[in-house]
């Protein structure tokens, strides 16, 4: 902890602290972890922007399905490069300690493939295919997948979920809050 | 319009704008940056400023709130901020900041931290705002609660005693999951609680047992043979050893009182993580309302990070998707012989576990019922004498931990005969399990205490062991009825057996089933299609409720019990570890973990309350054994407590004292207030049903109030000539952002 604590002011971690759902100790964890993924850049520069793939050798982040997706939408420039900050603030949402309804609202956004702030048919097959893979599923089970999903969520009858429908069902799951974490 | 212009109109929120849409927009803009949602909403769909939505929502928010906007309403603001990239946050926030004074001032900044976290900004943001909140420094008092606050949560995290284990069980959730994780967390808490339990029990009992410096007990020339640990027997493990008398403590009064003590805290520390538990899962087991979403969207689990892992966890997922589609098909009308068949096997698989169950309880009780040859080991025997004389001392252990091993695979055998679905398959044999589990420890511990019958004089059924029984040996058997014998003691080494033979019993099966089949695999001796087992979390997990349920009905036999289990759950952690580290996949059936999580402590609950209610009975009921023990003297264990026994004799004034508890204690009192309680719980559960049915109710009105929104809406938006070329989709992607501002804006009202 001696090396890196000379890295940010006392200012900038009780800053941090207040901002995201970590304690000092870590925040600072978190900072070694992404020094390791590109020291040299970071030695220079702490807030150094990385770029999405090496942002993606992060073994937590390496085997998601949804890496792109989640590296998207928590760097600040939108197009995957994350600085310490934003990893910071990727973190303090799937850490353990963050409430519900932020990790559903962050869950929404990257489940959101299109980025039009609803759930369509399209973003919800991508999803299904990201999930199953190569042993996927043949036609008539996707649809009637698909089918029973805006059957269950889909309050308006638009064939999409919008957030307040996602949110709905989502904040209800009991294991949401258990599978929607990354631990450091 | 196409959905860019559209995008645009919307970005224009912000800036005064240099087209106006409509007369009505440039009034309703008047009311500036609050109003900006409403605003755009007049501004894109001209015939809709007059709509009811705008008027209403636009006139409520100046009523209530007047000109200035309030922390939450900016803090709202900053959450929709990504509908209206343009809105200058800072500015915003720095000119509401400086029209407050004092304490208004003051609460603002305060509101605006405690609620800048949760909002969906990125952090440089964040940051900024924040800068411009604290650079006055009035908040002293804010950064007092903040340090109490961040002291208290790095309390939390940073005593690496309370988590030992993490970083084993972080490996583990890398390739297996959060599911298995669970069983260790589980098994962690056992070891915890357990080690409270055995300290304090050590310190008030052992510890000044102790200080009379007395170790082992002196056999009598009486020839008392009890015991089979030899020096075991006699040491501080057992209760045999506890004097009644030490200087300046009273030992008896401190064992009775400790032990209730210590079951209370067990019992309080089980009910308040449970309520605290279900609290937080908002009640949420009305079934699985959204089987589908839910499995869709919470199913995959972020902690796996292993490739191996996350490959093992699609393929199960995927298997549990084909599953439930195949399930709603399936809901198809059965012909009717088909259904009688599977009623005629439902009905006999039935039969047949009861037969089980009886048959196993019947065996158990037999088998403690037999006096065990009280033979000392000989080592210089040969084998075939050495394994009769094991045998005979671990007979009952091992009846019990046989029992425990075959009878729950036969139920599982079974259910796949009854052609259920998957998930009520899994409930059956759980609770058939479960059922089995704490007949067969009811049955062990009272036909245990059977042998304390013994004292009042009752024989025993002596049986003839099986094997021949030398002549001297049978006055050893007539006499195991005589009073000096240690019954306390006896009951305690059964249980302590029966702890050290499950233990067994455990890593043999593992070696055996788990590990055997792992280098089978890996070496490809075997020409089949073998997979490596899998990591079953309900059976272990009913394993260690079952072992617990043990250690709290040895605990008032055996002080030290809960420091063997201790003792066992370490042992049991790291072999578990290992074996799922190097011979076990995950499992390919996901039982829910979550739920689970107040399940297990629920099974923990009841199993402490059906151990419990034996040892009390046998205190309340049973003399204490004459020779040994703290208790040698009384009449009964609780006795021990001077009020409980001077009411044998109280003066003749206060006699109706015990003149009304006797009578509280008869029929004619328990059995109206068992009534009035059966009462009081179905009126809870009518008024829970009632509160469901409340709850459709409501569910229902929300997807009707939102078609009727939604089509009001919609409608409005097609008469606009511009935008009635809008197809379907766009017209979504239209109603979507709609929909999720009305909501944004019904939040609000």
Known sequence: ?184 | MEFNEQSNLLRNGGDRPTTSYGGRAQTVRDAEEYSYDNSSFAVDYEGLSSSDLVESSRSRSKSILGERESASDILYRLRYSFLDPDLDSEHVISETQDCLTGQDKLRFKEDILEGIREVCLPMKQKLRIRRIITTDRVNRRRDQNSKKYISSKSRKNGSGFLHLWESSITKLTAYFGSTVASYFTFLRTLFFLNLVTGIILFSFIGVPQITTGEFLLDLDDKGKTFGHFGDLSYSMLFYGIYQDAVDGFSLPLSYFLTWIAVNLLTVLYLASSMYLRYRRSKLSDTGSDFPFTWSMFCYFDFTINTKAGVKDHLKAFCTDLKEKIREEKSLEVVAWLKKLQIYFLRLVSNVIVLGLLGGSGYLIYYVAQQEPDERDVDFNENLKELAKEIYERYRLAAVVAILKLVVPSIFKLLVKMESYQPRTELKFTLARTTFFHYASLIVFITSLTKKADCIDGQEPQITSTPSSVPSNHSTNNSTSCATNQCWENIVGEEIFKLILVDLGVCIAVGILFDVLIAVFVRTRTCCCKMDYSEFVVTSNVLDLVYGQGLVWLGLYFSPLMALVAVVKLFIVFYFRYFVARFANIPPKKMFRASRSGSFYLFLLLITWILCFIPVVYILIEKTPSVDCGPFAKKDRAYKVIDFLDSLDDLPSWLSWVKDALDYIATAIVIIPVIVVLILLVLYYRVKSSSYNALIQELRRQLVFERKIERKKVFAKALSVPALGSLGKTTGSAVTGEMSRKTSAVTFTA
């Open chain 1, 1 to 184: 902890m001696g090396g890196s604590q000379s890295v940010f002011s006392e200012q900038e971690l009780s800053d941090y602290q207040e901002l995201t759902y970590f304690t000092k100790k870590e925040i600072l964890h978190v900072f070694k972890r992404f020094q390791t993924l590109d020291p040299d850049s970071v030695e220079r520069d702490k807030n150094a922007k990385l770029n999405r793939e090496t942002i993606l050798k992060l073994p937590e982040l390496q085997v998601n399905p949804f890496n792109d997706r989640i590296t998207t939408v928590f760097s600040s420039a939108g197009d995957g490069c994350m600085t310490f900050e934003d990893f910071l603030d990727m973190m303090s949402v799937f850490s353990d300690n963050a409430p519900k309804n932020v990790k559903v609202e962050y869950a929404f956004r990257i489940y959101d493939f299109d980025e039009d702030d609803v759930i369509s048919g399209k973003d919800l097959r991508e999803v299904i295919n990201r999930l199953t893979g190569e042993q996927a599923l043949n036609d008539e089970e996707m649809e009637q997948l698909i089918q029973n999903i805006l059957e269950e969520a889909d309050l308006d009858d638009d064939d999409s979920l919008s957030f307040a429908e996602f949110e709905h069902v989502i904040s209800k799951a009991p294991d949401f809050i258990n599978s929607f974490r990354i631990r450091l």
